[in-house]
C-alpha cells in the first residue's frame, strides 16, 4: 500500500501544482483557455473572475498541492489530516455541483464550459476528492 499511497498522492500533488499554474497564467494576463473555464449563457460569461480571486484560487491550489504531498504512514500532524479531509469533501461537492452551471447536476448545458464541465472538470474533482480521502485515511 505504500508504492499505492505515494503515487496517489504524487497524482494528487500534480494536479494541483498544475492548476496552481494555470490560475498564475491567467491572473498575469494569459489568455489561452480561459474562455473554456467560465459558465456561460448564450455565449455570455456568468461571470468575470477578478484577478485577486484568480490569484487566491492559485494560492489555494498550492496549499492542496502541499496537504496532498504528506509523509508516509500516520501523522500527528492535524492540519494535514484535516486538510486533506477537507479537499475531499470540498472537491466532492464541486463535483455535484452547484445545480445550475457547474458539476454533474447542472441545469445549463449547451456552453463549451457546460461540456468541458461535464467531460473533464467535475470527473477530476471526484478522482481528487476520491484521492485526498485516500490519504486522509492512510495518515489519520
Known amino acids: 500500500m505504500n508504492t499505492l499511497f505515494q503515487i496517489l498522492q504524487s497524482i494528487n500533488t500534480i494536479i494541483f ?43 489555494a491550489m498550492l496549499v492542496g498541492a502541499f496537504l496532498s504531498f504528506t509523509p508516509n504512514g500516520k501523522t500527528d500532524a492535524k492540519s494535514l489530516i484535516y486538510g486533506n479531509l477537507a479537499i475531499a469533501i470540498v472537491f466532492f461537492i464541486r463535483a455535484i455541483g452547484d445545480f445550475k452551471y457547474a458539476g454533474f447536476f447542472k441545469k445549463v448545458k449547451g456552453s463549451v464550459f457546460a ?26
Do not use: M
Open 17 to 59: 501544482l498544475l492548476i496552481a499554474g494555470i490560475h498564475f497564467y491567467w491572473a498575469f494576463g494569459g489568455k489561452f483557455g480561459s474562455q473554456a473555464v467560465i459558465p456561460a449563457i448564450e455565449g455570455k460569461a456568468v461571470f468575470h473572475p477578478p484577478v485577486l480571486a484568480t490569484i487566491a484560487v492559485a494560492l
Open 115 to 140: 461540456k468541458n464541465d461535464t467531460r473533464y472538470y467535475s470527473p477530476l474533482c471526484l478522482v481528487v476528492s476520491g484521492i485526498a480521502f485516500f490519504i486522509y485515511w492512510v495518515i489519520r
